[in-house]
């Protein structure tokens, strides 16, 4: 069964990233991941989106969702076709929207969260964060900036749409794994000065131990029309890869 196209547009999204240390990374991603590495590290992460007039492509936006979200992101390649092929492994996915609790890991790619979103956002200055039905909290307090932090192991802003290539996403659903790829319509960023930010799941040092993961910048992506492809099919791996 195919699902179909989704449209809708990203009204703003933040990528929070981080380094880590691969050796530890490795222990908590399953095969056929395997982490993607940048100057010997490893990069996992924080997406905070805001989607608006999510619906099936070519129904009007009217009918169409809005939610807050966020997604725990691990960078990983796996061979597939005697190619090396690289995205980005979801751990776990939090929603202020209780639908996507119901559809996600059934109807819809990835299980969600349900969890209660903070968002003040005000002449270039962003305070976004949430705390889920389990208690995974995350926030980030940053601002618009002209400058890319000189202290990321990217050096660059290009660098830095790390990204951008691997657009497909896995989440981990019984005895497989489910796709979503996301095609934005255009990919265009701009850097975020952060004055504070945390994460229960990157702090939780039964998971990454003391001095194994650091923050290392923040993008911001805003007004972006977009879609999301999937599939269920389990003939296609590319798509669904099995355990």
């Given at each position: 069964m195919r699902i179909p196209t989704i449209h809708g547009y990203i009204d703003r999204r933040i990528l929070i990233n981080f380094v880590a240390d691969p050796d530890v990374v490795k222990k908590i991603i399953p095969a056929p991941f395997r982490p993607k590495i940048y100057r010997d590290k490893a990069i996992v992460g924080i997406c905070l989106i805001r989607l608006k007039h999510i619906k099936p492509k070519g129904l009007p936006?009217?009918?169409?969702v809005n939610s807050e979200?966020?997604?725990?992101?691990?960078?990983?390649e796996w061979d597939e076709d005697n190619e090396t092929?690289?995205?980005v492994y979801i751990p776990r996915r939090?929603?202020?929207?209780?639908?996507?609790?119901?559809?996600?890991g059934r109807f819809f790619p990835g299980k969600h969260y349900l969890a209660k979103f903070k968002v003040e956002e005000k002449d270039g200055h962003y305070h976004v964060g949430f705390k889920s039905s389990d208690a995974t909290e995350i926030f980030i307090d940053a601002?618009?900036?002209?400058?890319?932090?000189?202290?990321?192991i990217f050096e660059t802003l290009e660098n830095a749409s790390f990204f951008e290539k691997g657009d497909w996403g896995y989440s981990p659903n019984g005895d497989q794994f489910d796709g979503l790829?996301?095609?934005?319509?255009?990919?265009?960023?701009?850097?975020l000065e952060v004055l504070n930010v945390r994460s229960s799941?990157?702090?939780?040092k039964d998971?990454?131990?003391?001095?194994?993961?650091?923050?290392?910048?923040?993008?911001?992506m805003t007004q972006v029309e977009h879609e999301w492809r999937t599939t269920v099919s389990k003939q296609q791996p590319g798509r669904n890869i099995k355990k």
């Open positions: 936006d009217l009918i169409g979200n966020g997604a725990h992101r691990i960078a990983v092929k690289s995205g939090d929603t202020s929207l209780k639908l996507n609790t119901i559809v996600g601002r618009e900036t002209a400058n890319f932090n000189r202290q990321s790829q996301l095609k934005a319509y255009q990919w265009k960023v701009h850097p799941f990157f702090e939780n998971i990454f131990p003391e001095g194994s993961v650091a923050f290392d910048n923040a993008l911001l």
